[in-house]
């Protein structure tokens, strides 16, 4: 396409980008385990500088801009151990000597999917923006984001009044409207540890993530698996699998070899207290109109045989509701928080406790269908949680010990 033709495609295409703000800079893990500073800028203006721990560093393009995507993302890596970092005289988030205070969120964004559409003006049915609000009031060390960002995937259906003027696709205002602007707050609170789900595979938010905020290299193309990586600073050791192509409800031959061979790699000889952070959960139990019945079968066949006794807690999201599982020690616990803004599952009345997950019994756990975000704080042995409704009511306190998981 000739470049006056592109251009004049790209403002027609998405007149937003002119009238919104763009993102400020914000902080992410890697997969190197190095900081990741990223930043927005107009088409056409060379990427800036940052200076980290006194030096000064040129941030390098993410990739060229289109049609839909006609801003630039600019990146530059530091050590996760750097103590300043700066851009524009603006100080950004680093991770301060220990990490005490964690914030878990995750499923945030506003569906409006054929007639599926959520209320993205009402601030009650989409509570994004205030959960970041709240959340980065919290001052946490670490954010970590259990994925899918993206769910404006369709144009907001005729007539109906609760996502007029919607931006909707794979494209820059879309993820403006779902991620950028309400979770800035947040973003600029600490660095985050970015978890991809099913919402950004190729077929839906797929260019958006790689370009935006994939934790690799720059890549060409988009693929629907990527390599684990470790997030491990501050005491804390995170180990980041890419689940979002896995299946739910069968096992896939191809599928659960490779991912069997990504794990086996990934958790061999983990640290003591290690967390597995993936967007599918691992031992689940499905809810709103298949209640009771066990999920996620292509994690679970991919995983067995590959975890220690050192991998003490699976956090994850995908089921939009706050669920905790405990199996008396016999398999690292697991948490689930998928209830940062889209719309919530109703809770199965099937009881989790006693139920059997893949050979594992349940011992302990709970479930509320409630939007909300999690916070853990370090205590002298393990974590004290606490889920927080948008609007700061505690909605349960949880107890988090090695392998133990006790939510109330």
């Given at each position: 396409?000739?470049?006056?033709?592109?251009?004049?495609?790209?403002?027609?295409?998405?007149?937003?980008?002119?009238?919104?703000?763009?993102?400020?800079?914000?902080?992410?893990?890697?997969?190197?385990?190095?900081?990741?500073?990223?930043?927005?800028?107009?088409?056409?203006?060379?990427?800036?500088?940052?200076?980290?721990?006194?030096?000064?560093?040129?941030?390098?393009?993410?990739?060229?801009?289109?049609?839909?995507?006609?801003?630039?993302?600019?990146?530059?890596?530091?050590?996760?151990?750097?103590?300043?970092?700066?851009?524009?005289?603006?100080?950004?988030?680093?991770?301060?000597?220990?990490?005490?205070?964690?914030?878990?969120?995750?499923?945030?964004?506003?569906?409006?999917?054929?007639?599926?559409?959520?209320?993205?003006?009402?601030?009650?049915?989409?509570?994004?923006?205030?959960?970041?609000?709240?959340?980065?009031?919290?001052?946490?060390?670490?954010?970590?984001?259990?994925?899918?960002?993206?769910?404006?995937?369709?144009?907001?259906?005729?007539?109906n009044t609760g996502?007029?003027?919607?931006?909707?696709?794979?494209?820059?205002?879309?993820?403006?409207?779902?991620?950028?602007?309400?979770?800035?707050?947040?973003?600029?609170?600490?660095?985050?540890?970015?978890?991809?789900?099913?919402?950004?595979?190729?077929?839906?938010?797929?260019?958006?993530?790689?370009?935006?905020?994939?934790?690799?290299?720059?890549?060409?193309?988009?693929?629907?698996?990527?390599?684990?990586?470790?997030?491990?600073?501050?005491?804390?050791?995170?180990a980041v699998f890419?689940?979002?192509?896995?299946?739910?409800?069968?096992?896939?031959?191809?599928?659960?070899?490779?991912?069997?061979?990504?794990?086996?790699?990934?958790?061999?000889?983990?640290?003591?207290?290690?967390?597995?952070?993936?967007?599918?959960?691992?031992?689940?139990?499905?809810?709103?109109?298949?209640?009771?019945?066990?999920?996620?079968?292509?994690?679970?066949?991919?995983?067995?045989?590959?975890?220690?006794?050192?991998?003490?807690?699976?956090?994850?999201?995908?089921?939009?509701?706050?669920?905790?599982?405990?199996?008396?020690?016999?398999?690292?616990?697991?948490?689930?928080?998928?209830?940062?803004?889209?719309?919530?599952?109703?809770?199965?009345?099937?009881p989790l406790v006693?139920?059997?997950?893949?050979?594992?019994?349940?011992?302990?756990?709970?479930?509320?269908?409630?939007?909300?975000?999690?916070?853990?704080?370090?205590?002298?042995?393990?974590?004290?949680?606490?889920?927080?409704?948008?609007?700061?009511?505690?909605?349960?306190?949880?107890?988090?010990?090695?392998?133990?998981?006790?939510?109330?």
């Amino acid at each position: 396409m000739p470049k006056l033709l592109f251009w004049l495609a790209a403002a027609l295409l998405l007149p937003a980008v002119a009238r919104a703000a763009l993102p400020g800079p914000w902080v992410e893990f890697g997969a190197d385990g190095e900081l990741s500073i990223r930043t927005a800028v107009a088409r056409g203006v060379a990427c800036p500088h940052v200076e980290i721990d006194g030096s000064d560093v040129a941030m390098a393009p993410r990739g060229e801009p289109d049609a839909a995507f006609p801003v630039e993302i600019c990146e530059a890596r530091a050590l996760a151990a750097a103590h300043r970092l700066s851009l524009a005289g603006q100080l950004l988030p680093v991770v301060r000597g220990a990490i005490r205070r964690i914030v878990v969120l995750g499923d945030t964004g506003c569906r409006v999917e054929g007639k599926a559409a959520q209320s993205c003006n009402d601030p009650a049915a989409w509570p994004f923006a205030a959960v970041a609000r709240r959340a980065a009031a919290r001052k946490p060390d670490l954010v970590i984001h259990v994925g899918d960002y993206y769910y404006r995937e369709s144009p907001c259906p005729a007539g109906n009044t609760g996502c007029t003027a919607t931006p909707h696709g794979d494209n820059f205002p879309a993820w403006q409207a779902d991620f950028f602007d309400p979770g800035a707050p947040l973003l600029a609170a600490a660095p985050w540890v970015m978890t991809r789900g099913n919402h950004e595979l190729c077929r839906r938010g797929g260019k958006g993530w790689f370009r935006l905020l994939d934790p690799h290299p720059p890549a060409e193309g988009c693929a629907d698996t990527s390599e684990p990586y470790w997030a491990a600073a501050g005491g804390v050791s995170l180990a980041v699998f890419d689940s979002a192509d896995a299946d739910d409800f069968r096992t896939d031959p191809a599928k659960v070899a490779v991912f069997a061979k990504q794990l086996a790699t990934l958790l061999a000889g983990v640290p003591a207290h290690t967390w597995l952070v993936t967007h599918r959960p691992v031992w689940a139990l499905a809810q709103g109109n298949l209640p009771g019945v066990p999920m996620n079968l292509t994690n679970q066949a991919a995983i067995r045989g590959h975890f220690s006794r050192d991998l003490d807690l699976v956090i994850s999201g995908h089921l939009h509701d706050f669920t905790s599982y405990d199996f008396g020690g016999s398999h690292p616990a697991q948490l689930i928080a998928g209830t940062g803004g889209d719309t919530l599952l109703p809770a199965a009345s099937a009881p989790l406790v006693g139920a059997e997950i893949d050979g594992a019994t349940v011992q302990k756990g709970m479930i509320l269908a409630q939007f909300g975000y999690f916070v853990m704080e370090r205590e002298s042995e393990g974590w004290a949680g606490t889920f927080y409704s948008p609007d700061d009511a505690a909605l349960a306190t949880c107890r988090i010990a090695g392998r133990e998981l006790d939510c109330r």
